[in-house]
Nanobody, 116 residues
Framework: QVQLVESGGGLVQAGGSLRLSCTAS????????MGWYRQAPGKQRELVAR?????????ADSVQGRVTISREDAKNTVYLGMQMDSLKPEDTAVYYC????????WGQGTQVTVSS
């Protein structure tokens, strides 16, 4: 069964930090590139960070230097994390995890709200 469950969002002041977590259940996630996406109100969903099975990471320019993605692989499960520091109001969005390139059904996401 394929399932994505995100958590860790919340309300934080600008300059603060949050750590997001994702549990991706299902063998489809093993050995695949995973990523964190976000969708702000009225905007399209965008990929902000990605990580390969080997740990190679890539970040969107908008979060480069402020975000660190991590992953831990277990049997049929991938645990994805994202440490977010120096948060800005423009980081406000619902954050999702998923495969990169061929996303599966989206989870409920976790809301991040950054106040100025």
């Amino acid at each position: 069964q394929v399932q994505l469950v995100e958590s860790g969002g919340g309300l934080v002041q600008a300059g603060g930090s949050l750590r997001l977590s994702c549990t991706a259940s299902g063998s489809i996630f093993s050995f695949r590139i995973m990523g964190w996406y976000r969708q702000a109100p009225g905007k399209q969903r965008e990929l902000v960070a990605r990580i390969s099975r080997g740990g190679t990471t890539t970040y969107a320019d908008s979060v480069q230097g402020r975000v660190t993605i991590s992953r831990e692989d277990a049997k049929n499960t991938v645990y994805l994390g994202m440490q977010m520091d120096s948060l800005k109001p423009e980081d406000t969005a619902v954050y999702y995890c998923n495969l990169v390139g061929e996303p599966v059904r989206w989870g409920q996401g976790t809301q991040v709200t950054v106040s100025s």
